[in-house]
């Protein structure tokens, strides 16, 4: 296994400059760019098509689109959505807010919050699955609330999304009797993605042991940040852990990061041919690893495989919080055959706010599939900004 993993590293580094993955053009390929401006213009076109006449889930998108340059019909939809007694589409709009940078939307967030604990633990959910490390006001009041539920996610808010600010309130939470063992073993692990664990470290550790699943797939989550030779052994017990396959898969993916060749092997064929669950917890862990390794893995598995629609969403998602040269993940993503596929690359770039990427977004506009035309308008207003120019 071990050769088999550095085997399939090497075809990264003997991969053709020239080309992606599949041998796709290269985005630097000099093409013709529509300006922002005109971009820009035509994407709020796409939006306010959408939002008279699409599905709820488009309306929505579109709304969002449309609140990000103070369209006032647009923010009155999404307020509406907002106190709508269907959760699921209360969740939607949530994502949908939290998604945004212009300030009458986070207003609309925040006052929801102050009137509704249940609404506050749905953004809680929604920043633990997509994080924002700007959200410290929001999660210190999770954080305040007793539901040990919106607290878990509140921390894992803060863990994944490297959220500053709140290292007292979270070692308050350690400290009090009250707090559930499964929130306290989440509080070490967001202290340990903060650079400020080191006192809760032999806690943590003692979690490979605890008899619940959760708190032992938190520790095999965490000691990923730590250097082999301080978790190694460890992990190693918590790969051979049977009770439950997400304790194992957490602990691969966490020596995977840490460089073991026999792990990085297991996580490349766990995403590419996987059972559905194994495929699908690998491919989001990428966002774990350091940038390098994550980048060399999706190459690996770009080259060599034809993944499932769902393992490429999954990996795509991992992309958005992977700090490497996304450029050939957007072009294998917006050349799939899947629709899913192709509006999850299309999100991407809009939530990473890629203004290099414009061009690719440019055809989407046009796109025979709604959703991805909608996703498509979202972007471009996200990569120019509400300045942009209506032509």
Known sequence: MRAAAVCLLMLVALAPQ???????????????????????????????????????????????????TGHGPALEFLKTYLASDDLVFKRATIDTLLASTHPLELDLLFRAAERDPATLGLMMESLAATPRA??????????????????????????????EGLNDQLRDLIADDSTHETVRAYAYYA??????????????????????????????????????????????????????????????ASAA????????????????????????????????????????????????????????????????????????????????????????TTWLIGHRRDAAALAMLAPLLKDEDAGIRTMAAWSVVQCVGAQGTLL
Not at 192 to 211: H, I, P, Q, T, Y
């Open 257 to 344: 990061g840490q460089g073991d060749d026999e792990a990085i092997g297991r996580l490349i064929k766990g995403v590419a041919y996987g059972q559905p669950m194994e495929s699908s917890i690998l491919a989001g862990a990428l966002k774990r690893l350091p940038p390098k390794t994550a980048a060399q893995i999706t190459e690996v598995l770009m080259t060599c495989c034809k993944l499932s629609a769902d393992a490429a969403t999954r990996v795509l998602e991992s992309w958005s919080a992977i700090e490497s040269d996304p450029a050939p993940v957007y072009v294998w993503g917006l050349a799939h055959e899947e629709a899913d596929v192709r509006l999850q």
């Open 134 to 163: 700007d959200m410290e006001d929001l999660i210190a009041e999770a954080l305040r609330e007793g539901s040990s539920f919106v607290r878990k996610n509140a921390v894992q808010a803060i863990a994944r999304g490297r959220v």
């Open 191 to 252: 202290l340990v993605s903060l650079g400020d664990g080191k006192d809760v470290s032999d806690r943590l550790f003692a979690l490979v042991k605890s008899e619940q699943v959760e708190e032992r797939e938190v520790a095999a989550i965490a000691m990923g940040l730590y250097s082999a030779s301080e978790t190694g052994k460890r992990l190693k017990t918590l790969m051979a852990d049977r009770s439950d396959e997400r304790v194992s898969l957490a602990a691969m």
């Open 18 to 68: 020239q080309t992606t993955a599949g041998g796709l053009p290269s985005p630097a390929t000099k093409t013709e760019n529509p300006s922002a401006d005109a971009l820009f213009g035509s994407a709020v076109q796409v939006a306010e098509a959408s939002f008279k006449a699409g599905d709820i889930y488009d309306r929505l998108l579109a709304a969002g689109t449309l609140a990000e």
